[in-house]
């Protein structure tokens, strides 16, 4: 199995900036195929944010476009969250995704999600 764990959420004003963070690791011996940034605000869905594969390969909502950067560090197994220009309809909680090979098995894993609030 494949543990992830975000850091790096918190309370900030429209307009400010926040970087999350999130580090897979596991006891066995793991790969990872793709990351990902989700979202869930009080009654809604769970939302993708933004994902990044192994080679890089980049893609975001059209909600987050021009204002949030992922990015990935694949020696640390980790996967950032750079947002900017955060707006009051940013606030939710944000989850980390990974598709990850565990000797030879691929599996979804979830983190235990970082709380993130805009407001003033």
């Known amino acids: 199995q494949v543990q992830l764990v975000e850091s790096g959420g918190g309370l900030v004003q429209p307009g400010g900036s926040l970087r999350l963070s999130c580090a897979a690791s596991?006891?066995?011996?793991?790969?990872?195929?793709?990351m990902a940034w989700y979202r869930q605000a009080p009654g809604n869905q769970r939302e993708l944010v933004a994902t990044?594969?192994?080679?890089?390969?980049?893609n975001y909502a059209d909600s987050v476009k021009g204002r949030f950067t992922i990015s990935s560090d694949n020696a640390a197994n980790t996967v950032y969250l750079q947002m900017n220009t955060l707006k009051p309809e940013d606030t939710a909680v944000y989850y980390c995704?990974?598709?990850?090979?565990?000797?030879?098995?691929?599996?979804?894993?979830w983190g235990q999600g970082t709380q993130v609030t805009v407001s003033s």
């Open positions: 596991s006891r066995l011996r793991f790969s990872i195929n793709t």
């Open positions: 995704y990974a598709v990850a090979r565990v000797s030879l098995l691929f599996g979804n894993y």
């Open positions: 990044i594969t192994s080679v890089g390969d980049t």
